[in-house]
């Protein structure tokens, strides 16, 4: 092999000195040259060099074609040299050991966000998701047990983009890689050169991968060669058993296979026979089945697939999601400044309670203070349509970052409602939506940062929906942008939200305007909110007006609000009246309401009877039930049983059952049973355990530990943790960092009553105190200008 390869093989250094001779003669270059004989340029190129091997015979009988240098194959200086390469006087087949390939190496696509090797073309060692067996992975496995018997054969797997077919022939050939067989892709220097130069070449026991095998047929001239040379290979008797798996999008395969018309010439004639019974079709989504085993993979510990599961489970579209989610977060990470802008307004409209639909006015008003001044000074006049026709692009499985949509519209018949919410105008102009899996990571890496002004302003002049003005409006609140609160409460309310209303009257009835909260709350109960008779109820109930109370909650009863049901229990109890209070309890668990049974249970002297109403809540679901039936067994000394409650608690998402626990193991001198807990409390996200745990980290002297978990459990929806570690940097005389935490902790929506004494007119979006400003009263149908507008 070395001595041919540096030319000192005389058969072969003739046959290179005629071919370059007639190369002269004819007076053609190389790249002419490659065109005449229809071979590639490097395989050419190749063929003439004296550093490179031997080439094939069928590449030495197109170039002595092309050049006409042979008169007769007795004339090539040829078999002599053939016989002697090589010490065992034979050549191994092309492509190497199943077991030897990494499958994206074969295009099989990455999944989720990891990165890959870089510098030398590797493509890393990536992790699979879990494989879910559907009906084609039973027909492909035939196919395999037929090759693996002596069988060859061949199968295209035919899908739209991203649905798992190159995936299902890896795992199909699995078995194959257990008994030796080899692979090969053929892919250097092209996919055609390489076919039409090495199929000759293919051993017994091979796989031969035609991956998008468009890039093979597709040719009209060399796709019938490629197709003519895997027909030999399946069908010549001495060169099987082998296995020869393509994969194709429909349209190809239509195209390959459609009849032509009389008279018309027929170019994929020998590809449509090779396809003739040998094609499986790959279904776009997951059926239930599919569905329900890749929910059985995910819950065994498949985060990858799991992942996927909370995006695409509804339409089923899991493959495309999967290979997709690399691209769309590599397409976030390197967009241009205004591309980025415009997907970070989306996702932070998205994940504060906007809808799927997001005008195009909204989001390019949105964007600008998102960018620096140094960007936002070079934007051009058409920067927003260059920013959208790139985020349109598409991605694997057919997906966009920010792609426009139209919304389906709703048909539904003419029934009267006595919910009068006031049905929200189509938004004017185009609509986007965000990729779900860019929706999913701006909640995870943004859910801590508070959108610039120019997010809120663009909401207030842009949007139209009431609930999405209405949840804008929270979202504001729990910053402690009051400002922005209050004008997005009042455009949610003049644009139909009652809720919006609720939420006006809740804040008048804390500043002890009674009177005033009153009237908007039945100003939404007249329009048909319930829950607005139910916050009118407590309002009597708190004013001692028990008797005034109880009418309205039966009101809200009778049209279905489960919180009056529970409160109506509540009342019957501490009137004496406990076997109506049960019976009112288990309507509510009729409904899906398991809180009233516990109270009551919790009420109960009587250890059997309290007991045992917990127990019923525990049957349908209830994880509040478990974590007091968890305490119920510690106390009776039954630590097993409490184990065995606080565990299905914390499986229902009540961990703070096995925080509980660790309380009591401590009480009671335990503590390695208490630290066991504490970190199972921990690791499933309770609030108070992670607290206990950024106490250790504090007293370690690791800050950034400390803030990192206090702030992960306000995560969970508990802001004491990062508030208590606030004062502890205050009482240290830390004042800059308790600022910098505070403000951490009011950007992630954690609010407290310590925010009121320090910025009683709110914060502005910077995070800069809000000058002093008067709130307006509501009203009706006026249109009320944004912060800093006249």
């Known amino acids: 092999m070395h001595d041919e390869q540096n030319g000192d093989n005389p058969a072969l250094t003739e046959l290179r000195r005629r071919l370059n001779d007639g190369l002269a003669q004819a007076r053609l270059n190389q790249t002419q040259l490659a065109a005449r004989a229809e071979l590639g340029r490097t ?39 053939r016989r002697g390469r090589g010490r065992g006087g034979g050549r191994s087949g092309p492509g190497r050991l199943i077991a030897e390939w990494e499958p994206h190496d074969l295009e099989v696509h990455p999944a989720g966000p990891g990165q890959t090797a870089s510098g030398s073309g590797a493509s890393g060692t990536r992790a699979l998701p879990g494989y879910v067996f559907r009906d084609h992975d039973r027909v492909l496995a035939d196919a395999v047990r037929d090759a693996a018997a002596g069988c060859s054969g061949i199968v295209t797997l035919v899908g739209t983009s991203s649905t798992g077919k190159t995936r299902a022939c890896w795992e ?29 070449r293919v051993q017994p026991r091979t796989v031969v991968w035609l991956n998008e095998a468009q890039h093979y047929l597709g040719d009209r001239a060399a796709g019938e060669r490629i197709a003519a040379a895997v027909h030999h290979l399946l069908v010549c008797p001495g060169r099987g058993p082998v296995l020869v798996l393509g994969t194709l999008w429909p349209e190809y395969v239509h195209q390959y296979t459609a009849l032509p018309a009389p008279n018309e010439e027929d170019p994929h004639s020998r590809v449509r026979e090779l396809f003739s019974g040998h094609t499986l079709t790959v279904p776009d989504a997951f059926d239930v089945r599919a569905l329900a085993a890749a929910t059985a993979v995910a819950e065994d510990g498949d985060r990858l697939l ?25 397409r976030f990470q390197h967009a241009s400044p205004a591309a980025k802008a415009l997907l ?11 809808g799927l639909h997001l005008p195009q006015a909204f989001l390019i008003d949105a964007a600008t203070d998102y960018l620096t001044d140094t ?42 409602s006595i919910v009068a919410d006031t049905p929200a105008s189509a938004p004017a102009g185009p609509v986007f939506r965000l990729a779900d899996y860019l929706e999913q990571h701006g909640r995870t890496t943004r859910r801590r940062l508070c959108p610039p002004d120019s997010f809120w302003h663009a909401a207030h002049t842009c949007l139209t929906h009431p609930d999405d003005l209405h949840n804008l409006s929270r979202a504001a609140w729990t910053r402690h942008r009051l400002q922005w609160a209050h004008v997005l409460s009042h455009r949610a309310a003049d644009h139909g939200s009652t809720d919006a209303l609720r939420l006006l009257a809740d804040l008048r009835k804390k500043d ?84 009233a049974l516990v109270l009551l249970a919790l009420g109960r002297k009587e250890a059997g009877r309290a007991e045992h109403l917990l127990r019923k809540a525990a049957d349908q679901g209830s994880a509040i039930a478990l974590y007091h039936l968890a305490i119920v067994r510690e106390a009776a000394g039954d630590r097993e049983d409490a184990e065995i409650q606080a565990q299905e608690a914390s499986a229902h998402g009540r961990p703070d059952a096995l925080y509980r626990l660790a309380v009591m193991r401590d009480e009671a001198g335990d503590e390695e049973g208490a630290e066991r807990f504490v970190r199972q409390a921990a690791d499933h996200g309770k609030a108070a355990a992670l607290f206990h745990l950024a106490m250790m980290r504090e007293a370690a002297g690791d800050r950034v530990g400390a803030e990192t978990l206090a702030l992960k459990a306000a995560d969970h929806h508990d802001t004491e943790p990062p508030y208590r570690l606030v004062m502890m940097r205050e009482e240290a005389g830390d004042r800059e960092g308790a600022q910098r935490l505070l403000r951490q902790a009011v950007d992630h929506g954690s609010t407290d009553e310590i925010l009121e004494t320090l910025w009683p ?12 400003w008067q709130p307006s009263e509501y009203a009706p149908l006026v249109q009320h200008g944004s912060p800093g507008t006249p």
Not at 306 to 329: C, H, K
Not at 387 to 412: D, E, I, N, W, Y
Not at 761 to 772: H, N, S
Request: hydrophobic fraction near 35%.
């Open 43 to 81: 395989t050419v190129s190749e063929a003439l060099s004296l550093r490179k091997p031997v080439s094939s015979r069928e590449t030495v009988a197109a170039l002595a074609r092309a050049l006409k240098t042979f008169r007769s194959r007795s004339c090539w200086p040829y078999s002599g040299m």
């Open 172 to 200: 199909a050939v699995q078995p194959l890689a257990e008994k030796g067989w080899r692979l090969w892709h053929p892919f250097d220097p092209t996919r055609v050169e390489a076919a039409l130069e090495h199929l000759h």
């Open 306 to 330: 799991a992942d996927a599961l909370t995006r695409a489970s509804t339409d089923g579209r899991i493959t495309q999601d999967l290979a997709g989610a690399p691209e769309l977060l590599n």
């Open 344 to 354: 970070e307004a989306a996702m932070d409209a998205r994940r504060l309670g906007v």
């Open 375 to 416: 960007d936002y000074d070079q934007l051009t006049d058409d920067w927003a349509e260059q920013a959208f026709a790139t985020l349109a692009q598409l991605v694997h499985g057919k997906q966009a970052p920010l792609r426009r949509t139209t919304p389906r519209a709703t048909r539904r018949p003419s029934i009267p």
């Open 512 to 595: 002890g305007d009674r009177e005033k909260a009153e009237r908007l709350l039945w100003q939404a109960a007249d329009h048909g909110n319930i829950d607005a008779l139910h916050d009118l109820a407590l309002m009597r109930d708190e004013a001692g007006d028990r008797e005034g109370a109880q009418p309205l909650l039966r009101q809200a009863t009778d049209g279905g609000s489960i919180d009056a049901l529970y409160r109506l229990a509540l009342m019957r109890e501490y009137a004496g009246d406990r076997e109506g209070a049960e019976t009112l309890a288990q309507e509510a668990v009729g409904h899906g309401s398991t809180g």
């Open 761 to 772: 007119y709110g914060l502005d979006p910077d995070g800069t105190p809000t000058p002093p």
